[in-house]
């Protein structure tokens, strides 16, 4: 009986905030578990990364001088278009299969949900971006393991990952949705894309730190800014 | 030097371009208006054919 | 149906009014300026439409907010009368900036971060348009549409701040990237009210448009109830 008790009482009144933890952990985890058993998502958006630099090669005829300046350019919309696949096959999953419906049902705070699918596309896309950096070295002899690389890489997702979970939530639930992401997202994270293009071909050049450095604040600035309100506009976009 | 006062004396020649461009800025207002105007012409009628189904419905 | 207000009647009189004086300012009032000659009156036009856009888009983001802490349809239909609005005059800004540059700067169009950023921003509230088509739910579309324009709103200072420092950082291509550089003038008192005068008369047009949209938006919002109620 006592032990009873104590059970529900530590059921309706949990230590809050190490449950928000374990909720995300929850949902990422469990998207980790799903892609692992079916590797359907990291397969798909890495061969299509291999597809837009191939077709990148062909329409931009990457001789080594060219290559010098428009290599920030290709890795950044592979990653864009990459990252709108995963993105959507995401969020997508999770309405067909109704699994949204479950989740929301499970008594955590929203935003729980929407940080554990934010981290689960993190990584994700970390994961295609880990595979395709090598290859992409490899193809076209140009170096692209740069510590500054690597941060701008990471910043960038960041803020392409914050606003794009966010607006998937809100594409897959239209009519529209297989068109509709793309459109919303990518006016949205121009700021990121541009920011990121600039830092990533400046630590390529080898530009001093001075030049690079504004570009890296915008990123954080916008990281900021957009997880935040993504944070604080979730509830609205998944309430029923 | 020369060019400079060539310039005040006389302003370049665009009156085409500025017909043009309030052309542009009238048509468009004045389209945008029509088409609010047939919009609200068309709710009309539908919210009347809706009011008219209910009373008769009653 | 709520008849129109009397009030709104006079609004549209007003509005009428100004306008016209405003055109008349522009063509005969406003000196012809030294060095561009007759293109630069479109600059009083399109500076008004430019600045009716983004005050649409400014009335959204805040209808967005109001819609999402209180819940009420009446600021979504004040959201969206807003954007429609802006959508259009922005439109227009950019045409009209467009044609005004072809002789002065020698282009149609420039990178330029206005420029740039103009176009962007008409891309984004597009989009906002699109997202309220592709859902039936009415109370679902208000929410999004509230989340979007918010989204919206914020991104484009960063938008602008980004596309200045790289045309900053990198050098200027075709016909001067700044304005103020190329083509800029200074403006006489007489030009000076006319722009100010301008900028008056369509501000006074926007709140009367927009009036009669949220009336518009009101009627369709019924329309689409009583439609619900009939296929139930």
Avoid at chain 3, 178 to 197: E, I, R, V, Y
Wanted: charge should be neutral.
């Amino acid at each position: 009986m006592s032990d009873n008790l104590r059970d529900s009482y530590q059921v309706t009144n949990p230590r809050p905030l190490t449950n928000f933890f374990h909720a995300v952990w929850a949902v990422v985890w469990k998207d980790i578990s799903a892609e692992l058993r079916s590797r359907e998502l990291i397969s798909a958006m890495f061969v299509f990364s291999l597809l837009v630099i191939l077709i990148f090669n062909f329409a931009l005829e990457l001789d080594a001088r060219a290559r010098e300046n428009v290599t920030a350019g290709v890795i950044w919309v592979t990653f864009a278009f990459a990252g709108t696949l995963g993105l959507n096959r995401s969020m997508s999953m999770e309405k067909d299969r109704g699994c949204l419906d479950g989740l929301l049902l499970a008594p955590v705070d929203r935003s729980a949900i929407y940080f554990g699918k934010a981290i689960g596309n993190l990584i994700f896309m970390f994961l295609v971006e880990i595979i395709v950096l090598p290859i992409y070295t490899v193809l076209y002899n140009v170096n692209l393991f740069v510590p500054g690389l690597i941060i701008t890489i990471i910043l960038g997702s960041l803020g392409y990952v914050a606003v794009g979970t966010l607006l998937s939530t809100m594409a897959i639930q239209a009519r529209t949705r297989d068109i509709l992401l793309p459109i919303l997202l990518f006016p949205l994270v121009i700021p990121v894309l541009l920011a990121a293009v600039k830092a990533s071909s400046g630590f390529l050049q080898g530009v001093s730190y001075d030049e690079i450095s504004p570009w890296l604040n915008i990123l954080i600035v916008y990281d900021v800014i957009f997880t935040a309100i993504a944070y604080m506009v979730f509830d609205y976009v998944v309430e029923e | 030097m020369l060019f400079f006062i060539y310039l005040q004396q006389a302003p370049a020649e665009t009156t085409k371009y500025m017909i043009a461009g309030y052309a542009v800025i009238f048509m468009i207002i004045f389209l945008y208006l029509v088409s609010m105007y047939i919009r609200f012409r068309n709710m009309k009628r539908a919210y009347k054919m809706f009011m008219d189904l209910d009373t008769d419905t009653e | 149906m709520i008849p129109k207000p009397r009030l709104l009647i006079g609004l549209d009189f007003v509005t009428a009014f100004l306008f016209v004086v405003a055109v008349v300012m522009v063509f005969f009032y406003a000196p012809l300026e030294a060095v561009m000659g007759q293109v630069q009156r479109v600059f009083y036009f399109h500076v008004s439409t430019a600045w009716v856009g983004m005050l649409g888009f400014l009335v959204a983001a805040i209808a967005g907010i109001v819609y999402l802490t209180k819940g009420e349809e009446k600021w979504d239909i004040v959201g969206v009368a807003a954007i429609e609005i802006s959508l259009v005059f922005f439109f227009v800004a950019i045409i009209s900036g467009s044609i005004w540059a072809r002789p002065i700067w020698n282009t149609w169009w420039t990178w330029d971060p206005r420029l740039t950023t103009a176009a962007i921003v008409e891309l984004i509230y597009a989009a906002y348009m699109m997202l309220r088509q592709g859902i039936e739910d009415p109370d679902r579309r208000a929410r999004f549409g509230a989340v979007y324009a918010i989204l919206g709103f914020l991104s484009v200072p960063l938008t602008f701040i980004s596309i200045r420092l790289l045309r900053t950082i990198h050098p200027v291509v075709v016909g001067g990237g700044n304005p103020t550089a190329a083509g800029g003038f200074d403006m006489s008192s007489k030009m000076l009210q006319t722009f100010f005068f301008s900028l008056f008369a369509f501000s006074v047009l926007f709140i009367d448009l927009l009036w009669h949209r949220i009336r518009l938006g009101t009627l369709a919002h019924k329309v689409e109830q009583l439609r619900m109620k009939d296929i139930d």
